[in-house]
């Protein structure tokens, strides 16, 4: 199966061209999105419209657009190892080995207990099933993640409602004040290094640099 190309196809012929293609396909998209929202209650109006059996569709066609950008991978055993062949062709013409064909309903195919399993059975095989399936997990996360933007923008502007921005913080308190200041978030970087065992996050000598730096910066 041959990769399909998720690039823009067609060819532009300058910049006020691109611009209609751009506005085309965002046309396009909030069309989309907008039909989405009456399959499914509540989209643009609540967090948690998306429930996990409208995620289960969601996945499926997910599933058959990363098949299309991703297509199956073909493998035979080798002294010890899954070796990845070009093509099925040539992976069919090592006729003694064993074989091994992976794509993203492989990847899911196993119950947990048997994904689980394979970890401690076949390690080399559970490697390369895990990398797919956490690559197409975070795939559907991204999707449902712009769904529920694009949704929630449409029906924010359906519904006259506008967002108030938070106000900017001052540079001191960015500097200074609360748990996500610029310096408790060095601090805390420095507790995690610590507790990695970085030997250079030295939480004591921090703290001291800390002081000496707010001391400085009150004055």
């Known amino acids: 199966m041959e990769k399909t190309s998720i690039a823009f196809t067609g060819t532009i012929k300058g910049v006020r061209d691109g611009g209609y293609e751009q506005a ?6 909030r069309s989309l999105v907008s039909q989405l929202m009456a399959f499914i209650p509540g989209l643009g109006s ?8 409208f995620k289960v569709e969601l996945k499926q066609g997910y599933a058959l657009r990363w098949n299309e950008e991703n297509p199956s991978r073909y493998f035979v055993a080798a002294d ?14 090592h006729k003694k080995a064993d074989k091994f064909i ?3 309903h492989v990847a899911f195919g196993y119950t947990q207990q048997a994904f689980g399993a394979l970890k401690t059975e076949e ?22 993640n712009d769904l529920k933007a694009q949704a929630k923008k449409i029906y924010n502007e359906q519904n006259g409602i506008v967002r108030d921005r938070a106000p ?18 060095i601090r805390q970087r420095c507790i995690n290094a610590k ?9 004591a000598k921090l703290d001291k640099a800390l002081a000496a ?7």
């Not at 085309?24 to 998209?29: I, M, Q």
């Not at 507790?195 to 939480?203: N, R, S």
């Open 195 to 203: 507790a990695k065992g970085d030997e250079t996050a030295d939480l």
């Open 46 to 53: 609540s967090d948690d419209a998306i429930t996990d059996e």
């Open 102 to 104: 992976l794509d993203v």
């Open 80 to 93: 010890g190892n899954w070796v990845e062949c070009k093509s099925e062709e040539e992976m069919k013409s």
């Open 123 to 144: 390690p080399l095989k559970h490697s390369l099933i895990k990398e797919v399936r956490d690559k197409f997990n975070k795939y559907c996360s991204n999707r449902i």
């Open 24 to 29: 085309r396909l965002h046309g396009v998209t």
């Open 213 to 219: 730096f707010k001391t400085a910066w009150t004055k």
């Open 168 to 185: 900017v913080a001052l540079f001191n308190d960015w500097v200074l004040t609360g748990d996500k200041s610029a310096l408790a978030t």
